[in-house]
């Protein structure tokens, strides 16, 4: 079974930062995608980065390219979602998602089969 655990949420103002974090635990940390999705009040989880275990493909929504910056320490079990110049439309509860072993980056919540319980991030105006 695998534990994916969020942290990071908080209370921002619009242009401020903030960089979340998950921690996979349970199995081995292999050649599985990981992602990050948000869901705002009212609306579907959405696609919002991902990466392949080498992190040598990241993939972005055009909404936060250029802004958030996906990394990944698989020595750690751990992967970043650096998010920058906040806006109040990134405002939701952000999930970390694990995918399938060797497959390759989805953007659809069905392409996952492990989910985190969600970090809330809240960007003021």
């Known amino acids: 079974q695998v534990q994916l655990a969020e942290s990071g949420g908080r209370l921002v103002q619009t242009g401020g930062s903030l960089r979340l974090s998950c921690v996979a635990s349970g199995r081995t940390f292999g050649a599985y995608v990981m992602a990050w999705f948000r869901q705002a009040p009212g609306k579907e989880r959405e696609f919002v980065a991902a990466t392949t275990y080498s992190g040598g493909t990241t993939e972005y929504a055009a909404s936060v390219l250029g802004r958030f910056t996906l990394s990944r320490d698989n020595a750690k079990n751990t992967v970043l979602l650096q998010m920058n110049s906040l806006e109040p439309r990134d405002t939701a509860v952000y999930y970390c998602?694990?995918?399938?072993?060797?497959?390759?980056?989805?953007?659809?919540?069905?392409?996952?089969?492990?989910w985190g319980q969600g970090t809330q991030v809240t960007v003021s105006s």
């Open positions: 998602a694990l995918g399938r072993l060797d497959a390759s980056i989805g953007a659809l919540p069905s392409d996952y089969d492990y």
